[in-house]
T-cell receptor, first 114, second 114 residues
Framework: GDSVTQMEGPVTLSEEAFLTINCTYT??????LFWYVQYPGEGLQLLLK?????DKGSNKGFEATYRKETTSFHLEKGSVQVSDSAVYFC?????????????FGEGTQLTVNP | NAGVTQTPKFRILKIGQSMTLQCTQD?????MYWYRQDPGMGLKLIYY???????DKGEVPNGYNVSRSTTEDFPLRLELAAPSQTSVYFC?????????????FGQGTRLTVV
């Protein structure tokens, strides 16, 4: 079945450090891929997305590239800020022909210290 | 525009009691989802719906029931509450339109079963 695996957390960085959070997936068909962010006490917000192989999603300095050959969608940011502290979720959406399930990884807690 | 609205925000139940978590969206989205998020864990799909009158089980459906009589509403029913159902519950919706894959989340319902 479909599944998403994220690197284990939590991750603690200093401000302006480089961030990578790994995400790999297993799915039939051609899923769309997402990164969602959850700030304390809130619901999930879409951070970025990619709907086909080699697409690069980007938003607020974060980037991720849909790599079909390695079934990966790693999240990167060149210089993190304290305000980036949150939980980050990788997710995949199966196409309608495969049931349209939206499946999430376990989440990675990021803490950025000043 | 309200988006996805969940009620209540917080609830404490006694073992064996029942309750319904409400979810309403005003975006005319076809797809709706219910997830649970346990402390320090990712989101697990409970049930989902691809349109009014159609529902399907996710990863962890046991102990829950859903209905989808209208496009707007997707209530989640707990018939006999158990401590294992203590969690934060999130409802999400997304459109069916081609290329519009983003899911929108409610603020969550924090449920404690004692």
């Amino acid at each position: 079945g479909d599944s998403v695996t994220q690197m284990e957390g939590p991750v603690t960085l200093s401000e302006e450090a480089f961030l990578t959070i790994n995400c790999t997936y297993t799915a039939t068909g051609y899923p769309s891929l997402f990164w969602y962010v959850q700030y304390p006490g809130e619901g999930l917000q879409l951070l970025l997305k990619a709907t086909k192989a080699d697409d690069k999603g980007s938003n607020k300095g974060f980037e991720a590239t849909y790599r079909k050959e390695t079934t990966s969608f790693h999240l990167e940011k060149g210089s993190v800020q304290v305000s980036d502290s949150a939980v980050y979720f990788c997710a995949l959406l199966l196409p309608e022909t495969s049931g349209s399930r939206l499946t999430f990884g376990e989440g990675t807690q990021l803490t950025v210290n000043p | 525009n309200a988006g996805v609205t969940q009620t209540p925000k917080f609830r404490i139940l006694k073992i064996g009691q029942s309750m319904t978590l409400q979810c309403t969206q005003d975006m005319n989205h076809n797809y709706m989802y219910w997830y649970r998020q346990d402390p320090g864990m990712g989101l697990k799909l409970i049930y989902y719906s691809v349109g009014a009158g159609i529902t399907d089980k996710g990863e962890v459906p046991n102990g829950y029931n859903v209905s989808r009589s209208t496009t707007e509403d997707f209530p989640l029913r707990l018939e006999l509450a158990a401590p294992s159902q203590t969690s934060v519950y999130f409802c999400a919706s997304r459109p069916k339109r081609q290329g519009k894959v983003e899911a929108f989340f409610g603020q969550g319902t924090r449920l404690t079963v004692v």
